[in-house]
């Protein structure tokens, strides 16, 4: 497999909130990540949120006009139509935005999906139809898809979504490195040859932790489990030990030429700055005056 040979990126993810104090919580906490020169920072959205346009589309306004940093846009392919996918683009267009995360996006109990996009291939294929120029991204997953057969079927959808227009993947949240470079490899046999951001969520607190090993799909490494079972009554040596674990993850990755880095921050700007400032170098880039 070729090496990379530039410099790998860092990228954040945030998501819309909830409540009135979480909208301020995010607006200082996207202050905060400004600072740390992101190479982008794609906003995430939820197919349970029926005012998607406005949640997630405001907040990446937000995003690309007060803070003055490229911005992404999670698309979901399920509960979107052409015509409301083209107004999108339009708007997105009118924002100077152009950076799109296309994916199929969960399928919700009681509501059926909509008809255009059976594939995130199939929205992928449209946009670059309708907006060429616009760079579009795709989900993907180190450790298989939950819906699909198979690694090889997993890795042949995969090539379907990059044939139809994905200039880039994000993976899926991982915490055992040996299962992406696994992955990795398997695009390259496959011919799949656009960049592969690694997707990283810090583990800060017990309930976060069991969400994940409860319901995420990733390998958890001894080393990963140790930690959560160590710390799990002392909630501060948890959030060091899960982000110096993160931290040993991105170092790995980027040692051995990973493409980007895109950060899970949970809205939470102190966890981004930690491991900003323990791999800042990694990326070529300078810790700020605001953080000394």
Known sequence: MAKNTTRPRLSFEVFPPNSKVGVENLTSTLDELRN???????????????????????????????????????????????????????????????????????IID???????????????KFIKQQKPFFEVSGACY???????KNRIDDVRHLKEKVDAG???????????????????????????????????????????????????????????LAILDKYKDNPVALKEAGIAYAVDQIVDLVTNDVDGVHLYTMNKSDTAKHIYENTASLFNLAPTAELE
């Not at 009681?110 to 992928?124: N, Q, R, V």
């Not at 180190?142 to 699909?148: G, I, R």
């Not at 696994?182 to 800060?204: H, K, S, W, Y």
């Open 110 to 124: 009681g509501f059926a999906p909509e008809s255009d996009f059976k594939y995130a291939s199939d929205l992928t």
């Open 142 to 148: 180190p450790e298989v898809h939950p819906d699909s």
């Open 166 to 224: 994905c200039d880039q993947l994000i993976t899926q949240l991982f915490y055992d490195n040996e299962q992406f470079y696994r992955f990795q490899e398997e695009c390259a046999i496959a011919g799949i040859n656009v960049p592969i951001l690694a997707g990283i969520m810090p583990i800060v607190n017990r309930k976060q932790a069991l969400h994940v090993v409860e319901n995420c799909s990733a390998h958890l490494p001894k080393k990963f």
């Open 36 to 106: 740390l020169d992101p190479s982008f920072i794609s906003v995430t959205c939820s197919n349970h949120k029926l005012d998607y346009e406005k949640t997630t589309i405001d907040l990446a306004k937000y995003v690309h006009d007060s803070l003055k940093c490229p911005t992404m846009v999670h698309m979901p392919a399920a509960y979107v139509t052409k015509t409301q996918v083209a107004r999108i683009l339009d708007e997105l267009e009118e924002l100077n935005i152009n950076q799109v995360l296309v994916l199929r996006g969960d």
